[in-house]
T-cell receptor
């Protein structure tokens, strides 16, 4: 069966520090991968999605970037965090074609102080 | 582009009472529809989905949702809620041609009271 791992679960970082959140998927190959952000009291916003290694699409302009160095690895990064980057970050994957549901990781709660 | 509106941000309900969570969407093309549930500090879990066929879909834990194309709605219902149903519920749509990206509503927080 497929599983998705996301870490760390919680993170407190000072303003101006770098960020690296990692997500890996097991049990499938060539998935679509996604990073979502959930701000307090708001819905989920798609930040990035990837259909393959090195292929990243950004959905909104922001202080963050994403990379996909391996087929089942998706990394969310920032060179300098802002207070507004605080939130709950969720990684997800889906199959290509066929069923279109997404499967989510457990999330990372990021607090920028 | 697609959009999803969940009309109620919070729904308090007593245990064993029925609940309905409203979801309306806007899209110029056919969409797939989903309901996800999120328990505190956890990721999202798929509750049920509509891809095609019967407009009434059911989950294994008693929830059901009905796709209404004319009203562009996908409301979620449960005839009798449990304390364990306390969670946040998200309605979402995707378009197959758009890389299966999900567009979410703002969420509805359900608080089940004893």
């Amino acid at each position: 069966s497929q599983t998705i791992h996301q870490w760390p679960a919680t993170l407190v970082q000072p303003v101006g520090s770098p960020l690296s959140l990692e997500c890996t998927v097991e049990g499938t190959s060539n998935p679509n991968l996604y990073w979502y952000r959930q701000a307090a009291g708001r819905g989920l916003q798609l930040l990035f999605y990837s259909v393959g290694i090195g292929q990243i699409s950004s959905e909104v302009p922001q202080n963050l970037s994403a990379s996909r160095p391996q087929d089942r690895q998706f990394i969310l990064s920032s060179k300098k965090l802002l207070l507004s980057d605080s939130g709950f970050y969720l990684c997800a994957w889906s199959l290509k074609g066929g069923s279109t549901e997404a499967f989510f990781g457990q999330g990372t709660r990021l607090t920028v102080v | 582009a697609q959009s999803v509106t969940q009309l109620d941000s919070q729904v308090p309900v007593f245990e064993e009472a029925p609940v309905e969570l409203r979801c309306n969407y806007s899209s110029s093309v056919s969409v797939y529809l989903f309901w996800y549930v999120q328990y505190p500090n956890q990721g999202l879990q798929l509750l049920l989905k509509y891809l095609s066929g019967s407009t009434l879909v059911e989950s294994i834990n008693g929830f059901e949702a009905e796709f209404n194309k004319s009203q562009t709605s996908f409301h979620l219902r449960k005839p009798s809620v449990h304390i364990s149903d306390t969670a946040e519920y998200f309605c979402a749509v995707s378009v197959k041609a758009a890389g299966n990206k999900l567009t979410f509503g703002g969420g509805t927080r359900v608080l089940v009271k004893p």
